[in-house]
């Protein structure tokens, strides 16, 4: 009986982030065979560490929701002024963006598709607590409704794909167009929301 060989967090990474940039380019129609491609594997590698693309698109996600996550909580003080904190988010999130448009882009097709479960989203949620609960608790009552709560999302990451387009087209006024999209995204979403 043949013995399988052992995965390789290496050739994990390579997949993701072949994942990452198919996806930006070709959306989540992108085949596992250019996925593959692009991560330097077989089809079938691929297939030993995802066992299939809804799980790849899974892991791919929350490997991505990570990453910013992480870029955001740095210097989170979470018993600081919350506006302040909620700036700092917003500043990190454009920065990620900025500096890594496929995985932007990949995890904002990825968020409106059908293809992530709620473990996904949930797991999300749950590796930086304080980052849900500080905006959680800045967040209008409004937006905060399950009936409304998707739509604030959404206001949320078209004003901040917005903001990241611009300050692309003009580098040298990045700071004044994330100052604005605060300031917008307050005013809109959380203005009010505080506790």
């Not at 210097?75 to 700036?87: A, C, F, G, M, Q």
Request: net charge negative; aromatic share 10%; proline share 4%.
């Amino acid at each position: 009986m043949p013995v399988a060989r052992p995965r390789s967090e290496d050739k994990r990474m390579a997949i993701l982030e072949a994942a990452t940039d198919a996806i930006a380019d070709a959306g989540l129609g992108a085949s596992t065979a250019l996925i593959a491609r692009k991560a330097g594997v077989a089809e079938g590698t691929l297939f030993r560490y995802f066992a299939s693309k809804d799980e790849l698109y899974n892991a791919l996600y929350v490997h991505l929701k990570q990453d910013f996550c992480r870029s955001m909580i740095g210097k989170l003080d979470t018993n600081s002024d919350h506006r302040e904190n909620i700036r700092h988010v917003w500043n990190s999130f454009i920065d990620w963006g900025l500096t890594k448009p496929e995985a932007n882009l990949a995890v904002r097709k990825l968020e409106v598709s059908s293809r992530i479960t709620d473990e996904s989203e949930k797991l999300v949620t749950d590796i930086y607590p304080e980052l849900h609960e500080l905006c959680e608790k800045c967040i209008a009552p409004l937006f905060r409704s399950p009936q409304f709560r998707a739509f604030g999302d959404e206001i949320f990451f078209a004003l901040a794909q917005t903001t990241m387009d611009f300050a692309t087209r003009e580098p040298a006024r990045s700071d004044e167009f994330k100052a604005v999209g605060f300031d917008t995204l307050w005013r809109a979403l959380c203005d009010g929301g505080c506790a």
